[in-house]
């Protein structure tokens, strides 16, 4: 079945970096367009960006030029590189393919001093 595990969740201080990763499994990775979505305490899951089977990315505007999607199909994982942090990013991190809505459990991101 469709498994999405995320890693590299922790505790930063504003201005910092952390690299998340998902390794997915379960399905033909290459073929599918994959996001990562975030959840802060009391606020409704927001996309934060989406990268295309092609390569194509898009980003939510809160976070553009500052994190970066990519992929490696022959890993099967996803990443979210994510530089200058702020606190307003402290959420949990989730990996999904957006296809038939797969979610993987999310990875918690704090950012603060």
């Known amino acids: 079945q469709v498994q999405l595990v995320e890693s590299g969740g922790g505790l930063v201080q504003p201005g910092g970096a952390l690299r998340l990763s998902c390794a997915a499994s379960?399905?033909?990775?290459?073929?599918?367009?994959m996001a990562w979505y975030r959840q802060a305490p009391g606020k409704q899951r927001e996309l934060v960006a989406i990268?295309?089977?092609?390569?194509?990315?898009n980003y939510a505007d809160t976070v553009k030029d500052r994190f970066t999607i990519s992929r490696d199909n022959t890993k099967n994982t996803l990443y979210l590189q994510m530089n200058n942090l702020k606190p307003e990013d402290t959420a949990v991190y989730y990996c999904?393919?957006?296809?038939?809505?797969?979610w993987g459990q999310g990875t918690q991101v704090t950012v603060s001093s």
């Open positions: 379960g399905f033909p990775f290459l073929i599918y367009n």
């Open positions: 999904v393919r957006p296809t038939g809505e797969y």
């Open positions: 990268i295309m089977v092609s390569g194509g990315t």
